[in-house]
Protein backbone atom coordinates (compact mmCIF):
# COMPACT_ATOMS: atom_id res chain seq x y z
CA UNK A 1 0.00 0.00 0.00
CA UNK A 2 1.38 3.14 -0.56
CA UNK A 3 0.84 6.30 1.81
CA UNK A 4 1.61 9.99 1.11
CA UNK A 5 1.89 12.47 4.16
CA UNK A 6 1.34 16.19 4.20
CA UNK A 7 1.66 17.83 6.99
CA UNK A 8 0.34 21.48 6.71
CA UNK A 9 -2.28 20.76 3.71
CA UNK A 10 -4.40 23.78 1.98
CA UNK A 11 -6.57 25.27 -0.06
CA UNK A 12 -5.28 26.61 -2.80
CA UNK A 13 -7.03 29.95 -3.60
CA UNK A 14 -6.13 30.38 -7.37
CA UNK A 15 -7.37 33.96 -9.08
CA UNK A 16 -6.80 35.24 -12.30
CA UNK A 17 -6.77 39.49 -12.78
CA UNK A 18 -5.90 41.53 -15.81
CA UNK A 19 -3.33 44.04 -15.23
CA UNK A 20 -3.52 43.82 -10.92
CA UNK A 21 -3.27 47.32 -9.84
CA UNK A 22 -1.41 47.42 -6.11
CA UNK A 23 -3.76 49.46 -3.72
CA UNK A 24 -6.73 49.45 -5.88
CA UNK A 25 -9.59 47.48 -6.89
CA UNK A 26 -9.13 44.69 -8.41
CA UNK A 27 -11.95 42.28 -9.84
CA UNK A 28 -11.19 38.36 -10.58
CA UNK A 29 -11.54 36.99 -14.03
CA UNK A 30 -11.29 33.41 -12.85
CA UNK A 31 -11.15 31.16 -9.70
CA UNK A 32 -10.44 27.95 -8.44
CA UNK A 33 -10.44 26.58 -5.11
CA UNK A 34 -8.37 23.33 -5.19
CA UNK A 35 -7.13 20.80 -2.10
CA UNK A 36 -3.59 21.68 -1.97
CA UNK A 37 -0.03 20.41 -0.57
CA UNK A 38 2.74 18.29 -2.30
CA UNK A 39 1.58 15.04 -0.81
CA UNK A 40 -1.91 15.48 -1.73
CA UNK A 41 -0.97 16.38 -4.97
CA UNK A 42 0.96 12.63 -5.22
CA UNK A 43 -2.42 11.03 -4.43
CA UNK A 44 -4.35 13.00 -6.86
CA UNK A 45 -2.08 11.72 -9.69
CA UNK A 46 -1.69 8.21 -8.72
CA UNK A 47 -5.41 8.05 -8.59
CA UNK A 48 -5.53 9.63 -11.72
CA UNK A 49 -2.79 7.32 -13.39
CA UNK A 50 -4.96 4.16 -11.57
CA UNK A 51 -2.59 3.49 -8.28
CA UNK A 52 -4.11 3.73 -4.88
CA UNK A 53 -2.88 5.52 -2.18
CA UNK A 54 -3.82 6.63 1.14
CA UNK A 55 -3.78 10.45 2.38
CA UNK A 56 -2.36 11.31 5.80
CA UNK A 57 -1.82 14.56 7.53
CA UNK A 58 -3.76 17.03 9.85
CA UNK A 59 -6.25 19.48 9.47
CA UNK A 60 -8.22 21.88 11.05
CA UNK A 61 -11.22 23.96 11.40
CA UNK A 62 -13.80 24.58 8.65
CA UNK A 63 -10.93 24.98 6.13
CA UNK A 64 -9.63 21.08 7.14
CA UNK A 65 -13.36 19.79 6.52
CA UNK A 66 -13.10 21.95 2.85
CA UNK A 67 -9.52 20.07 2.49
CA UNK A 68 -11.42 16.53 3.23
CA UNK A 69 -14.57 17.13 1.05
CA UNK A 70 -12.59 18.18 -1.76
CA UNK A 71 -9.84 15.35 -1.14
CA UNK A 72 -12.92 12.49 -1.08
CA UNK A 73 -14.29 14.26 -4.28
CA UNK A 74 -11.27 13.67 -6.38
CA UNK A 75 -11.79 9.69 -5.57
CA UNK A 76 -8.85 9.57 -3.27
CA UNK A 77 -8.66 8.00 0.31
CA UNK A 78 -7.91 9.87 3.30
CA UNK A 79 -6.90 8.92 6.66
CA UNK A 80 -6.23 12.86 7.77
CA UNK A 81 -6.40 13.74 11.83
CA UNK A 82 -8.25 16.79 12.63
CA UNK A 83 -6.50 19.15 15.39
CA UNK A 84 -8.51 21.01 17.16
CA UNK A 85 -6.93 24.77 16.78
CA UNK A 86 -6.98 27.24 14.47
CA UNK A 87 -7.81 26.12 10.65
CA UNK A 88 -6.12 25.07 7.92
CA UNK A 89 -4.38 27.46 5.67
CA UNK A 90 -5.13 28.99 2.25
CA UNK A 91 -2.59 29.57 0.38
CA UNK A 92 -3.75 32.55 -2.44
CA UNK A 93 -1.97 32.55 -5.91
CA UNK A 94 -2.85 35.53 -7.99
CA UNK A 95 -2.02 35.34 -11.86
CA UNK A 96 -1.64 38.68 -13.45
CA UNK A 97 1.00 39.99 -15.33
CA UNK A 98 3.25 38.01 -13.39
CA UNK A 99 2.55 35.59 -10.68
CA UNK A 100 2.52 35.87 -6.92
CA UNK A 101 1.53 33.64 -3.93
CA UNK A 102 0.37 34.28 -0.14
CA UNK A 103 0.71 31.15 1.56
CA UNK A 104 -1.25 30.81 5.16
CA UNK A 105 0.83 29.32 8.65
CA UNK A 106 -1.88 26.69 9.05
CA UNK A 107 -2.98 25.26 12.43
CA UNK A 108 -0.59 24.61 15.04
CA UNK A 109 -0.38 20.58 15.61
CA UNK A 110 0.23 19.39 19.31
CA UNK A 111 2.32 16.41 20.95
CA UNK A 112 -0.58 14.57 20.87
CA UNK A 113 -1.68 14.90 17.43
CA UNK A 114 1.65 14.03 16.34
CA UNK A 115 1.59 11.16 18.62
CA UNK A 116 -1.71 10.01 16.51
CA UNK A 117 0.25 9.97 13.24
CA UNK A 118 3.40 8.08 14.62
CA UNK A 119 1.00 5.50 15.69
CA UNK A 120 -1.07 5.60 12.63
CA UNK A 121 3.01 4.89 10.64
CA UNK A 122 3.33 1.98 12.97
CA UNK A 123 0.91 0.11 11.47
CA UNK A 124 2.80 0.28 8.00
CA UNK A 125 4.55 -3.24 7.06
CA UNK A 126 7.63 -4.36 4.86
CA UNK A 127 6.80 -3.54 1.41
CA UNK A 128 4.53 -0.27 1.83
CA UNK A 129 5.47 3.04 0.67
CA UNK A 130 5.26 5.89 2.13
CA UNK A 131 6.05 9.43 0.44
CA UNK A 132 6.84 12.47 2.54
CA UNK A 133 6.45 15.78 0.90
CA UNK A 134 6.57 19.18 1.69
CA UNK A 135 7.07 21.71 4.40
CA UNK A 136 6.23 21.34 7.98
CA UNK A 137 4.24 23.45 10.55
CA UNK A 138 6.56 25.16 12.64
CA UNK A 139 4.48 23.42 15.72
CA UNK A 140 6.18 20.38 14.77
CA UNK A 141 9.47 18.60 15.66
CA UNK A 142 11.85 19.74 12.88
CA UNK A 143 13.24 15.96 13.10
CA UNK A 144 10.37 14.41 12.08
CA UNK A 145 10.46 13.51 8.99
CA UNK A 146 14.18 12.12 10.40
CA UNK A 147 12.25 10.13 12.91
CA UNK A 148 9.56 8.85 10.51
CA UNK A 149 12.45 7.55 8.05
CA UNK A 150 14.45 5.81 10.99
CA UNK A 151 11.60 4.01 12.41
CA UNK A 152 10.13 3.05 8.71
CA UNK A 153 13.61 1.81 7.69
CA UNK A 154 13.56 -0.58 10.81
CA UNK A 155 10.10 -1.75 9.18
CA UNK A 156 11.37 -2.31 5.66
CA UNK A 157 9.37 0.09 4.54
CA UNK A 158 9.89 1.81 1.35
CA UNK A 159 10.44 5.85 1.79
CA UNK A 160 9.94 8.87 -0.83
CA UNK A 161 11.13 12.40 0.24
CA UNK A 162 10.34 14.96 -1.83
CA UNK A 163 11.28 17.93 0.91
CA UNK A 164 14.22 21.02 0.65
CA UNK A 165 17.03 21.35 2.06
CA UNK A 166 17.62 20.11 6.07
CA UNK A 167 14.17 18.05 5.49
CA UNK A 168 15.77 16.70 3.06
CA UNK A 169 19.20 15.93 4.01
CA UNK A 170 18.53 14.39 7.79
CA UNK A 171 17.09 11.59 6.19
CA UNK A 172 19.51 10.33 4.36
CA UNK A 173 21.39 8.02 6.70
CA UNK A 174 18.37 5.68 6.66
CA UNK A 175 18.91 5.14 3.27
CA UNK A 176 15.41 6.45 1.79
CA UNK A 177 14.14 4.82 -1.94
CA UNK A 178 14.30 8.24 -3.50
CA UNK A 179 14.63 11.64 -2.69
CA UNK A 180 13.33 14.56 -5.04
CA UNK A 181 15.30 17.73 -4.77
CA UNK A 182 14.78 20.17 -7.88
CA UNK A 183 18.17 21.76 -9.20
CA UNK A 184 17.35 24.84 -7.45
CA UNK A 185 17.13 23.09 -4.24
CA UNK A 186 20.25 20.87 -5.00
CA UNK A 187 22.23 24.56 -5.06
CA UNK A 188 20.82 25.28 -1.94
CA UNK A 189 21.81 21.86 -0.35
CA UNK A 190 25.72 22.26 -1.84
CA UNK A 191 25.64 26.29 -1.64
CA UNK A 192 26.88 26.27 -4.98
CA UNK A 193 25.82 27.12 -8.61
CA UNK A 194 25.29 24.15 -10.66
CA UNK A 195 26.56 24.85 -14.10
CA UNK A 196 24.51 21.64 -16.16
CA UNK A 197 24.11 18.20 -16.15
CA UNK A 198 27.79 16.65 -14.92
CA UNK A 199 27.25 19.34 -11.49
CA UNK A 200 24.07 17.73 -11.14
CA UNK A 201 25.08 13.93 -11.38
CA UNK A 202 27.96 15.06 -9.06
CA UNK A 203 26.05 16.77 -6.37
CA UNK A 204 23.32 13.72 -6.46
CA UNK A 205 25.60 11.43 -5.99
CA UNK A 206 27.05 13.19 -2.97
CA UNK A 207 23.83 12.42 -1.56
CA UNK A 208 24.13 8.83 -2.32
CA UNK A 209 27.19 8.95 -0.80
CA UNK A 210 25.04 9.67 2.10
CA UNK A 211 22.45 6.91 2.10
CA UNK A 212 20.01 7.83 -0.49
CA UNK A 213 19.27 4.85 -2.79
CA UNK A 214 18.20 6.69 -5.57
CA UNK A 215 18.34 10.64 -6.32
CA UNK A 216 15.94 12.62 -8.99
CA UNK A 217 16.23 15.89 -9.85
CA UNK A 218 13.83 17.80 -11.78
CA UNK A 219 14.95 20.62 -14.09
CA UNK A 220 11.41 22.17 -15.24
CA UNK A 221 11.42 22.94 -18.61
CA UNK A 222 14.88 21.25 -19.21
CA UNK A 223 13.43 17.63 -17.88
CA UNK A 224 15.50 15.48 -15.13
CA UNK A 225 18.12 13.34 -14.33
CA UNK A 226 17.90 10.19 -12.50
CA UNK A 227 20.86 8.71 -10.68
CA UNK A 228 19.97 5.17 -9.78
CA UNK A 229 21.07 3.24 -7.26
CA UNK A 230 22.72 0.74 -10.40
CA UNK A 231 25.09 3.12 -10.35
CA UNK A 232 23.29 4.42 -14.29
CA UNK A 233 22.54 7.87 -14.46
CA UNK A 234 19.29 8.73 -16.51
CA UNK A 235 19.00 11.76 -18.47
CA UNK A 236 15.63 13.12 -19.84
CA UNK A 237 14.07 15.87 -21.62
CA UNK A 238 10.92 17.64 -21.41
CA UNK A 239 8.15 17.54 -24.11
CA UNK A 240 7.61 20.73 -25.15
CA UNK A 241 4.53 22.97 -24.09
CA UNK A 242 3.28 25.94 -22.86
CA UNK A 243 3.49 25.88 -19.13
CA UNK A 244 0.02 26.70 -17.76
CA UNK A 245 0.50 26.12 -13.90
CA UNK A 246 3.50 25.31 -12.24
CA UNK A 247 1.90 24.44 -8.97
CA UNK A 248 1.85 20.75 -8.65
CA UNK A 249 4.25 19.57 -11.41
CA UNK A 250 7.41 18.29 -9.23
CA UNK A 251 4.49 16.45 -7.48
CA UNK A 252 3.47 14.52 -10.38
CA UNK A 253 6.65 13.85 -11.59
CA UNK A 254 7.04 12.12 -8.12
CA UNK A 255 3.36 10.25 -9.11
CA UNK A 256 4.27 9.87 -12.54
CA UNK A 257 8.14 8.01 -11.06
CA UNK A 258 6.36 5.83 -8.92
CA UNK A 259 3.44 4.57 -11.33
CA UNK A 260 6.18 3.53 -13.98
CA UNK A 261 7.99 1.77 -10.94
CA UNK A 262 5.89 -0.39 -9.47
CA UNK A 263 4.59 -1.26 -12.64
CA UNK A 264 7.65 -2.53 -14.72
CA UNK A 265 11.08 -1.78 -12.25
CA UNK A 266 12.56 -0.02 -15.23
CA UNK A 267 14.50 3.10 -14.27
CA UNK A 268 14.82 4.71 -18.00
CA UNK A 269 10.85 4.27 -18.60
CA UNK A 270 10.06 5.68 -14.76
CA UNK A 271 11.90 8.17 -15.56
CA UNK A 272 9.81 9.24 -18.65
CA UNK A 273 6.58 8.63 -16.69
CA UNK A 274 7.57 11.35 -14.76
CA UNK A 275 8.53 13.70 -16.81
CA UNK A 276 5.26 13.44 -18.59
CA UNK A 277 3.43 13.79 -15.52
CA UNK A 278 5.08 16.67 -14.58
CA UNK A 279 5.07 18.54 -17.94
CA UNK A 280 1.31 17.49 -18.21
CA UNK A 281 0.54 18.99 -14.67
CA UNK A 282 2.60 22.05 -16.14
CA UNK A 283 0.57 22.55 -19.59
CA UNK A 284 -3.32 21.85 -17.45
CA UNK A 285 -4.86 24.18 -15.12
CA UNK A 286 -5.33 21.19 -12.83
CA UNK A 287 -3.41 18.02 -11.88
CA UNK A 288 -2.38 15.89 -14.78
CA UNK A 289 -4.99 13.36 -16.39
CA UNK A 290 -4.22 9.59 -17.18
CA UNK A 291 -4.92 10.73 -21.02
CA UNK A 292 -2.86 13.70 -20.97
CA UNK A 293 0.26 11.79 -19.56
CA UNK A 294 -0.55 9.05 -21.99
CA UNK A 295 -0.14 11.57 -24.71
CA UNK A 296 3.24 13.28 -23.91
CA UNK A 297 4.40 9.53 -23.02
CA UNK A 298 3.82 8.50 -26.58
CA UNK A 299 5.96 11.00 -27.48
CA UNK A 300 8.90 10.98 -25.54
CA UNK A 301 9.19 7.03 -26.51
Not at 16 to 34: A, C, D, Q, S, Y
Not at 35 to 41: A, H, L, R, T
Not at 218 to 247: C, D, R
Amino acid sequence: MIYTLTCNPSLDYIVTVKNFTIGGMNRTENERILPGGKGINVSIVLKNLGVSSTILGFIAGFTGEEIRKKIREAGCTEELISVGQGWSRINMKLRSCSESEINGQGPPIGSDAVAELLNRLETLEKGDVLVLAGSIPNSMPDTIYRDITRRMSEKKVMVIVDAAKDLLVSVLDYHPFLIKPNHHELSEIFRKDLQGPDDIVRCARKLQNRGARNVLVSMAEAGAILVSETGKVFISAAPKGSVVNSVGAGDSMVAGFMAGYFSEGDYQKSLHMGIAAGSASAFSEELASREEIEALLSGMK
